[in-house]
């Protein structure tokens, strides 16, 4: 065989059109979900704000009450202090750690189209 066929250059050219329509369609839910990711990001930013302020508001807590404790005198420690240091840890221990923000996977460049119309159909 030194050529193609025009059965087998039609079926190139059907092969790029579909694959450029679909090239096409992935751009469009691309940009879709570069949008929507933005979108969950501010909201994940906002949740991590709060997570934030919850957080120094736990740190002053623990430093009020370790505040307390400190200044409580001796027979207070022995009786009290440690049923008290247990809320101090409870308190500290309180995991208040930010979400990671969402990152957009990238779809692998496509050029298939391209190369098979580059093809060439004849050995001449």
Known sequence: MKN???E???EIENFVAELN???DEIDTEQDNARES???LNEKV???NNVVKNARDFRDGVVQKMKDYSNDQPDNWQESEGETYQEWIDAWEEAELIKIELMELPEVEDRDHSG???GLPTSCE
Request: charged share 20%; aromatic share 6%.
């Open 4 to 6: 193609l066929s025009n």
């Open 115 to 117: 190369t098979l119309e």
């Open 45 to 47: 930013q906002r949740y």
């Open 21 to 23: 329509t679909l090239s």
């Open 8 to 10: 087998q250059k039609q």
């Open 37 to 39: 990711t933005a979108k």
